[in-house]
């Protein structure tokens, strides 16, 4: 048997805390764009962003906010049927970009349902965050309890982002993060690990950088291959290398062993569709790997790691 330690500080134990249930995430479409996209900064989106960037496709499906919210809020309802439920996620794309006009019309929208969604959650790229849009968020400091910025880091490697296609920096993160601490927002930073061209070390550079932020939260995602992106092409090809599964759980549990204890970790391992899923395929489930992580990070503790 392994000794007691503090458990891993995730996102279910921070809810649990804070407001004595756990809340389930809402996601919203609201039909921006992103500067890799329309040519910007380049086309297409990144090497692993799919046709509805990361996010749910509702848009292109023509939902209304209110036909999302009223499906994600039958979902939730599931498992709260009374009282606070939800984190609203304004999620695919990037949510500042090309304009605040579509997020703020959607944060009006969300505003009016805060007694059941206490936390609003807004992603986009650092490269999209400047000071209109960190001011717009703060406006609505009062309507909800939390208000979160969603920043991808994805790697601390500028020559990396360019492999990618992701064309951000590191200065761009780190810019986005102060302005977001200037404006009272909660910071939670995208994480990934497996890239082409990054090190094995890649994912502890980025918790690094993470922790200098000031990041409030953290997501953790390994690559993966998603149909109808550029990596498609790539796997299919026979020129990427994935990780296997233990060598994301050591990285993971090694890297969670030097995040500050008031860090929240919002995501341990990442998971998508059947229907767009292609690689890595011999993954164990998302809670078998979340486990793996646990047991892992509780031995490296345990050993002084």
């Not at 794309?93 to 936390?119: E, H, M, Q, R, V």
């Not at 309890?145 to 920043?151: A, D, G, K, L, P």
Request: net charge neutral; aromatic share 6%; with cysteine.
């Amino acid at each position: 048997m392994l000794p007691e330690h503090p458990p891993i500080h995730t996102l279910g134990r921070y809810l649990r805390a804070q407001y004595g249930r756990k809340l389930r995430r809402i996601m919203f479409d609201i039909g921006t764009d992103c500067p890799n996209r329309d040519g910007e900064t380049g086309y297409g989106g990144c090497i692993y962003c799919d046709i509805d960037g990361s996010g749910t496709g509702a848009m292109r499906n023509q939902k209304s906010l209110l036909e999302q919210w009223e499906e994600g809020l039958k979902r939730v309802r599931r498992s709260q049927p009374e009282g606070p439920a939800a984190i609203a996620y304004v999620q695919s794309y990037s949510n500042t970009y090309p304009d605040l006009l579509p997020l703020a019309g959607a944060l009006d929208f969300l505003s009016d349902k805060s007694n059941i969604a206490p936390i609003l959650s807004v992603g986009t790229r650092p490269d999209c965050f400047g000071k209109e849009a960190a001011a717009l968020l703060k406006s609505y400091g009062k309507k909800f309890s939390e208000v979160w910025v969603e920043f991808g880091l994805e790697t601390t490697s500028d020559e990396v982002q360019k492999v990618i296609g992701r064309n951000d920096t590191l200065a761009n993160y780190h810019t986005a993060c102060e302005l977001a601490h200037q404006h009272d927002l909660k910071i939670v930073t995208h994480t990934l690990a497996g890239l082409p061209g990054e090190k094995m070390t890649g994912l502890a550079e980025q918790v690094k950088e993470t922790i200098r932020a000031g990041s409030h939260g953290i997501k953790f995602h390994q690559l993966m291959v998603l149909r109808k992106t550029k990596l498609e092409s790539i796997w299919r090809k026979g020129e990427l290398d994935l990780l296997e599964v233990n060598e994301y759980v050591e990285m993971v549990a090694q890297v969670l062993t030097r995040i500050p204890p008031e860090m929240v970790v919002h995501r341990l391992v990442a998971e998508n569709p059947a229907e767009s899923y292609l690689a890595p395929a011999d993954w164990p489930s998302r809670a078998k790997v979340h486990g793996m992580i646990e047991k892992k990070h509780r031995a490296l503790v345990a050993h002084g790691a």
